[in-house]
């Protein structure tokens, strides 16, 4: 049992995956995109409960450079914002509130588009993008529901690029989240992808793994492990 976000869970899983141990979820996070995914209960004794008497599962695990990734991988701007997050984190107050605020703007205005070469099975393209997400299964239109995946044991990869992310493109975006129909705006491409190569002409990029900012060299190798990971989710008179 591991108890935390998506992160944690992610850390967790890369020492089970290809093997028989099941892992099982007590969301502790700020998003848990996973559990959601999976239909555990966000509140703990439900989850607690759910998971006592629930049934084993196999789920898709995704790679990037050799580091394990449950839901996405993200680079561009969502990265970026995160790490400033986390550096005003630790500190308290309204202060610090209004600036971090006036970093998310910044960032959101002025952050320069990403210019990166993808090869999808074997077809190069280059995009300038302010954002990529390499999603494990692909994302539904459900409304109310923002971002979730469903299937997530197909053994395929999708990968969105939004070559614009302004202030007003973004509330359109959320706009379409709480709709349920935001795959059709212009602003989005969806790929679907069976093997992903990132290259650029920096050594390195910030990627955002299942909401954990770190720097990988380039080439950015994604891979996907079909059924590499076992859960155990609620039985199906117990989802919520």
């Excluded at 049934?55 to 991988?73: A, C, H, P």
């Amino acid at each position: 049992m591991v108890a935390g976000g998506d992160g944690t869970i992610a850390c967790a899983a890369a020492a089970l995956v290809g093997k028989a141990t099941p892992l099982g979820i007590l969301p502790l996070g700020t998003l848990n995109l996973l559990a959601r995914d999976l239909g555990v209960p966000l509140d703990i004794d439900a989850a607690v409960a759910a998971l006592v008497s629930g049934t084993r599962r196999r789920i898709d695990v995704g790679e990037v450079n050799g580091r394990t990734f449950l839901i996405n991988s993200v680079l561009g701007l969502p990265a970026r914002v995160t790490r400033h997050r986390e550096v005003h984190r630790r500190q308290l107050g309204s202060r610090s509130l209004l600036r971090w605020i006036h970093g998310v703007l910044r960032h959101l205005v002025r952050y320069p588009r990403l210019t990166v070469t993808g090869t999808i099975d074997g077809v190069a393209r280059t995009w300038r993008s302010r954002l990529l997400a390499v999603v494990i299964g692909d994302y539904v239109e459900r409304p109310g529901h923002v971002l979730v995946r469903s299937p997530n044991d197909a053994g395929q990869l999708t990968l969105y690029v939004l070559s614009q992310l302004s202030l007003v493109r973004t509330l359109r975006l959320a706009l379409g989240f709480a709709l349920g129909d935001w795959r059709r705006l212009p602003d989005v491409e969806r790929l679907p992808a069976a093997n992903l190569t990132i290259a650029s002409e920096t050594r390195a990029l910030r990627v955002m793994n299942d909401g954990e900012v770190m720097l990988l060299p380039t080439p950015l190798r994604y891979r996907i492990h079909r059924r590499a990971l076992t859960v155990i989710v609620p039985g199906m008179g117990e989802r919520r």
